[in-house]
């Protein structure tokens, strides 16, 4: 991370709930990563709480605090985002702090695990989103104009980089290939997905076929230019609105995907429904030198404060965190811890049909580690 | 239409079947059209075959010959196109017909309804989906350049205006109306929809503040605006990403949505799935003086040849297309003559678990006429 551990295993991780029910469930999460058994090797863990937020925004003027950043850089090995409340209408000045925190810790890889728990009933599906996460629409350079007859006409760039594609891109295939060895280790009869690993691209060339043009070409390559390395790699792709389509019909047909960052996030919702809740699904912001993990999820103001906001996507969210940070015995015994309470189908929030509150299945997970 | 019929019930149609499919699916929804009970009233169709398409790119170097749209123009009150291969690669001088074709003739909305048929066990969907037809990341304004480090850098212009998006807003109230018009002549218990009528605005504005802004608040617009005419229809909003979300966790809460391009293409195909096949969802593209059917589905080049596609998309783009030229009467036939083979259940292609024909679907909504 940015900020070198001063003994080798201490880790600092800012905590930054924003909105809403991130308020409920970082404290979850950061409940699991405390109950962590503790062994020689395991990360001691340091939390620091940091601002952000459109309720930070209106209170105080500023969505990311200069402070949030300077201590995530200075002091931070990783972060937790919670979630943050969109204003329905423009408000001047405000900005979303997360795609400001992406851009200026160069987190450049949105990876979405969406996973059904064997023995749950759910679709079975086991497929892994990696949404490039600096650029598309994401850039926000957008202007406004009026016509000949005095009416408004407004643009948006959307900006498509070799550079950010192909960053993109050899995330995807190394992350095929990681979860081909993790799969290895599991017995056969177990595996989801029991083919050879996958990158599906997902673009829309037939419309936009300079910009999606270059994604697609230049993803592809990563497969051309490291042959031997991705040979065990199977590689295929899916305009974005047959993706949707073909994600409900058979979830199970994809493993790795690969997007562009808004393909990226339309997806990742989609893939989200197909095992029962938002609630379930976490992310990992992820750069060279830093994580940030955030659950899926948004700040769910019909609900905060309320204890019914699900704190799984939160709290394995901490578990990628801890596989991205090179923790990765600790992220499978919370990965597991999950599944367990997933599996045993008692302890579960609303959005599951349930009536535990956050901390009762907080509670149980840690329980289980 | 753009050429007034010599005769006042005889109604020139532009059969444009391009690639794959196209070429099974046109043809059957001319002999549903063509088997439809003459009445004093009803229209006299004489079809005349028009050529498009990526095939007829790859021969003639040419994807929408001038002729088509001199044609349309001159001597077609409406049309139904098939559907288009697209080329996985960049083609120099290939652009999508259909793109072309919707820009050309300023067909501004593409109303995509996605309905269930009761009795049938799907899940209850009764959806309108408008799609704004004309800009969006659909100019197709594309550039590429070269970055300092001799890295390629693309960018592509995303066009939302206040004009557009008032055409695409006007046409999602007038329909909300017009639907709950229709629902009233329909016994309580048989209607999907059981509320008042309802818009439901998607966008991203927490990401593009202007143009998405833009789209918001024009769209909003037009209810505030024509608050007598539009009192009795609800308006609400979602972002694109949870769109996606609920429609696959509640699709019944949605009547009518509007949409910008892009999201609207994602949606229409996300809802697709929800009704089992792609191969049910019609679609017309419509403008103030022209109107095109057309299948939501694409050429499935993998199927194409051997009688298995589904002609009920076609069929039913031919309905819309009828319905918006004013013979509601006729349009409502061949509805439910596809809503009675549905329901029965024994004569389906293969994307709906049968074994029949396209020519034996076909011929069973005929009979049904
Ligand atoms: C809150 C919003 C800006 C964000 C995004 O679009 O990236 C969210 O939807 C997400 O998926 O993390
Ligand atoms: C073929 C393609 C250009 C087209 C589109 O994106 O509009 C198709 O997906 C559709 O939905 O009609």
């Known amino acids: 991370g940015f900020a070198t551990a001063a003994q080798s295993n201490k880790v600092t991780i800012g905590l930054i709930p924003a909105d809403g029910i991130g308020r409920e469930v970082i404290p979850a999460a950061r409940q699991v990563l405390e109950s962590l058994p503790k062994s020689e090797l395991s990360p001691r863990f340091e939390f620091i709480h940091l601002d952000a937020g459109f309720e930070h925004f209106q209170k105080h003027g500023v969505a990311l605090p200069e402070e949030t950043l300077a201590r995530l850089r200075g002091e931070c090995q990783g972060a937790l985002f919670g979630a943050v409340s969109s204003p329905s209408h423009k408000v001047a000045g405000y900005s979303s702090p997360i795609v400001a925190l992406r851009k200026h810790l160069d987190l450049y890889a949105n990876v979405r695990p969406v996973a059904s728990v064997a023995g749950t009933g759910q679709k079975q599906i086991d497929m892994l989103i990696i949404r490039e996460n600096t650029e598309c629409l994401y850039i926000k350079q957008e202007r406004i104009e009026t016509d000949a007859n005095g009416l408004k006409v407004a643009y948006a760039d959307r900006r498509i980089s070799e550079y950010a594609s192909r960053r993109a891109g050899l995330m995807a295939f ?144 901490a578990g990628l965190l801890l596989e991205h940070m090179g923790y990765s015995g600790d992220a499978a015994r919370i990965y597991q811890a999950v599944d367990g309470v997933l599996r045993e189908g008692l302890i579960k929030t609303p959005d599951l049909g349930g009536k535990s509150t956050t901390q009762e299945v907080t509670d149980a997970v840690c329980k289980r580690l």
Chains 1, 2 share one sequence.
Do not use: C
Not at 276 to 299: I, K, Q, R, T
């Open 174 to 317: 190394n992350m095929a290939l990681m979860r081909d060895k993790l799969r290895s280790s599991i017995p056969a009869s177990e595996r989801l997905w029991q083919g050879k690993p996958k990158v599906t691209i997902i673009h829309k060339s037939n419309v936009l076929s300079i910009t999606d043009g270059l994604w697609r070409e230049t993803v592809r390559g990563v497969k051309e230019n490291n042959a031997a390395l991705y040979a065990g790699v199977d590689m295929d792709e899916q305009l974005v609105d047959s993706m949707v389509y073909r994600m409900f019909r058979e979830p199970e047909a994809f493993d790795v995907v690969v997007a562009p960052n808004l393909y990226g996030d339309i997806i990742s919702d989609g893939a989200a429904a197909l095992v029962g809740s938002l609630g379930l699904v976490p992310s990992a912001n992820v750069g060279d030198n830093f994580v940030v993990g955030e659950p899926v999820h948004g700040s769910a103001p019909d609900i905060a404060g309320q204890q019914k906001a699900n704190p799984i996507a939160a709290i394995r969210s």
